[in-house]
């Protein structure tokens, strides 16, 4: 299989805390792969430098077979493009509606779209998303998993290849995740996108992940199926589970 | 592991670390401004919530500064009998003076904490990290738009302001002394001069300038969630102030020299 994104060695540290160190990881065509970890532990961290919006301190790190250490901005912007970022908090823009939110990064990065071709990929996102009726709607008009719903639907209507999701479950009811995981399958089959989900939340990890990697101290400890990884008796990954699913 | 080390003092290290950052972002500024795909309909939008938020508060504060301005230098006059001079003496003043400063200081509070708060709320709220990772550009989009809508919008409210100004003057005159439109109109301007429209022009263009900038800039470093936005906001209005002050003061002396 082909891999998408290939992280070698990858450091990151703000002030003196050391964030990732020596991190190692790749990610292969059309799998979802999981990453979990503790809070700080440098999730979101490791996908903000996939997505350029941090710089890694050291090491490679690839995505598309292009590498983002000295990469000049008109191909950063390009490689973004294949990208699709969901953000924890959606991050929807406030001043306006939902389709003016889809139309934001479509109308400014494909030039020379009719109005109809314009209305047409916003309706297809929004069906595929099933939230069509909230086109019209203010993101403050709307609940935490419907704002998710939009906020992957913006990312989508670019057709990325590959997909970052930041903790897509946090913050929302447990029916509401059941649907947002089911989202992301739907999306990795309908798109073909490869994608790394962070998330600290097992039942997605189980759900939506093919293969599942745990950070410990800025680095993978465990990489494998669900099963494999929850399987091994070491007790960081013991506590975690127990955490999760017994005191849960 | 990095860790800093302090230069010269650690409150003039970050005096210094900001000033660059200030100057690096003003750079930054001119270099998207002149690029092409400029976002009009974004710029225009920005005027109109500029000049329609501030319009109202513009409009009474102008007619009031006029007016009183008038009545309390006429006993001074009076004592001179020199209240012919009254129309002369306080055009002069709102021009060359009053109306850019009165409106930058009301739209440093009005637009600089607005536009630093919006910036700042979509900062903490990663919107500005989502445009980027969809590849806009959002210097482009929030701080090219903002700092370009203020800088042109606030020398048209100083109009409007000067204007308000005047018919508090006119008021205040018509009330006090027998005179008619095109007497006071031909009084007040009598001894105004090109170089006090053009004085009155650059310093509004300048301190739109500052408020946009300084909004933005606030705004666009807030960090620490709900509470760096209401520090980047007030910190805004501040700095603002503050560099709008430095200016008036530095293009009087310069202006000063061509008389």
Redesign the interface.
Same mark, same amino acid.
């Given at each position: 299989m082909n891999k998408v994104i290939e992280i070698e060695h990858l450091y990151k540290?703000f002030?003196?805390r050391?964030i990732l160190v020596d991190a190692n990881i790749d990610v292969y065509q059309g799998e979802n792969l999981v990453v979990l970890g503790r809070s700080g532990t440098g999730k979101s961290v490791l996908i903000?430098i996939i997505?350029?919006?941090l710089m890694a301190?050291k090491g490679n790190v690839k995505v598309l077979n292009q590498s983002l250490i000295n990469i000049s901005k008109k191909e950063l #912007?390009?490689l973004?493009?294949k990208?699709g970022?969901s953000?924890? #908090?959606s991050?929807?823009?406030?001043?306006m509606t939902v389709q003016e939110n889809l139309e934001?990064?479509l109308v400014? #990065?494909i030039k020379n779209m009719s109005r109809k071709e314009i209305d047409k990929a916003v309706h297809d996102v929004l069906e595929s998303v099933g939230l069509l009726q909230a086109i019209h709607q203010m993101p403050s008009e709307l609940s935490g998993g419907q704002k998710k719903r939009i906020g992957i639907a913006?990312?989508l209507i670019?057709n990325p290849e590959i997909m970052l999701y930041d903790e897509p479950t946090a913050g929302l009811d447990p029916i509401t995740c059941i649907e947002i995981n089911e989202l992301i399958n739907e999306v990795k089959e309908k798109y073909h996108t490869s994608s790394i989900i962070i998330t600290h939340d097992l039942t997605c990890a189980k759900e939506v992940g093919d293969r599942v990697a745990v950070l410990f101290d800025g680095s993978f400890k465990f990489q494998g199926t669900f099963e494999e990884v929850f399987k091994d008796k070491d007790p960081r990954i013991k506590s975690f589970y127990d955490y999760n699913f017994i005191e849960n | 592991m990095s860790s800093r080390q302090n230069l010269i003092s650690p409150k003039i290290d970050n005096w210094l670390i900001g000033f660059k950052d200030g100057a690096d972002f003003i750079a930054m500024f001119f270099k998207e401004a002149f690029s092409r795909d400029f976002e009009f309909k974004e710029f225009i939008n920005q005027c109109y919530r500029i000049g329609n938020s501030s319009l109202v508060l513009i409009s009474l504060t102008g007619f009031v500064t006029g007016f009183v301005f008038t009545k309390q230098s006429r006993p001074s006059l009076e004592t001179f009998g020199a209240t012919s001079w009254l129309p002369s003496l306080v055009t002069i003043a709102v021009i060359r003076a009053l109306a850019p400063l009165v409106t930058s200081l009301i739209c440093a509070g009005k637009v600089g904490s607005s536009i630093g708060a919006e910036l700042g709320s979509m900062k903490v709220t990663e919107q500005i990290d989502a445009m980027e990772v969809s590849a806009v550009n959002p210097v482009r989009f929030l701080v090219v738009t903002r700092v370009l809508a203020s800088t042109v919008t606030i020398p048209l409210l100083s109009f409007y302001c000067a204007l308000m100004a005047l018919a508090g003057v006119f008021l205040n005159v018509t009330t006090n002394e027998e005179t008619n439109f095109s007497a006071f109109v031909e009084q007040a301007f009598n001894n105004i001069i090109f170089l006090d429209l053009w004085t009155a022009i650059i310093k509004a263009v300048a301190y739109g300038f500052t408020i946009g900038i300084v909004g933005c800039y606030k705004g666009y470093n807030a960090s620490n969630g709900t509470l760096g936005v209401g520090k980047a906001a007030n910190a805004s209005v501040v700095m603002s102030m503050f560099l709008i002050f430095i200016e008036e003061v530095f293009i009087v002396q310069v202006t000063n020299w061509f008389r």
């Open positions: 540290s002030g003196d050391d903000k997505a350029g919006l301190d #912007n390009a973004r493009l990208i970022f953000f924890q #908090n991050a929807l823009y406030d001043s934001f990064p400014r #990065n913006r990312t670019m | -």
